[in-house]
């Protein structure tokens, strides 16, 4: 079956740290997006990717980073910068129709709950 | 940017009874709105969408509604059942996809 797979399911973190989190999808999809959930604030965009080797800041990047060297990865670093990296990350994929990437559904994956010990 | 807002936060209803949740956005270029459901511990799932050019859509329990000129939009969940009960999310695009906070939806048995 196609979809989403985000590694690990938990993570703990040092203060300090850096980690990284896993995405990988197997839908073909162009575009591939990272969400952070915190309660009572729903999902906010951290970066997003369209296209193998590039991808664009959302609104909250700062103490994150990204990379898109295959099309079916999507990974996502939680650098020692961010403050406060506690959190639920969530991966997402879509694929662009009428040249628009974002209006459309997206596929997430499962989610990554991040904790700093 | 798009700001999407939602209500209420939380919604408790009797089982079988309807549930309806509300959503404003502020930018009158987006003409996509999707609505996700989120389960304990998975990631949210598309459950029903609508675009700009109609007002209302219906998938057997749910339907979703757009009025344009107020800048709002609603889902209808009729004949509620305790496998409804989740976290649901409206979301608003172009530009990019903006979220509101999220209601969360308890069906009483």
């Known amino acids: 079956d196609g979809g989403i797979t985000q590694s690990p399911k938990y993570l703990f973190r040092k203060e300090g740290q850096n980690v990284t989190l896993s995405c990988e999808q197997n839908?073909?999809?162009?575009?591939m997006y990272w969400y952070r959930q915190d309660p009572g604030q729903g999902l906010r965009l951290i970066y997003y990717?369209?296209?193998?080797?590039?991808?664009q800041k959302g609104d909250i990047a700062e103490g994150y980073s990204v990379s898109r060297e295959k099309k079916e990865s999507f990974p996502l670093t939680v650098t020692s910068a961010q403050k406060n990296p506690t959190a639920f990350y969530l991966c997402?994929?879509?694929?662009?129709?009428?040249?628009?990437?974002?209006?459309?559904?997206?596929?997430f994956g499962s989610g990554t709950r991040l904790t700093v010990v | 940017g798009e700001n999407v807002e939602q209500h209420p936060s939380t919604l408790s209803v009797q089982e079988g009874d309807s549930a309806v949740i509300k959503c404003t956005y502020s930018?009158?270029?987006?003409?996509?709105f999707p609505w996700y459901k989120q389960e304990l511990g998975k990631g949210p799932q598309l459950i029903i969408d609508?675009?700009?050019?109609?007002g209302e859509k219906k998938d057997q329990r749910i339907a979703v509604t757009l009025n344009k000129t107020a800048k709002h939009f609603s889902l209808h969940i009729t004949e509620t059942q305790p496998e409804d009960s989740a976290v649901y999310f409206c979301?608003?695009?172009?530009?990019?996809?903006?979220f509101g906070a999220g209601t969360t939806v308890t069906v009483r048995a």
């Open positions: 997402a994929s879509s694929s662009p129709r009428g040249g628009s990437f974002h209006n459309y559904g997206y596929t």
């Open positions: 839908l073909n999809h162009d575009a």
């Open positions: 990717s369209q296209i193998v080797n590039d991808f």
């Open positions: 930018d009158s270029a987006s003409n996509y």
């Open positions: 609508i675009r700009s050019n109609v």
């Open positions: 979301a608003a695009s172009p530009p990019k996809l903006s």
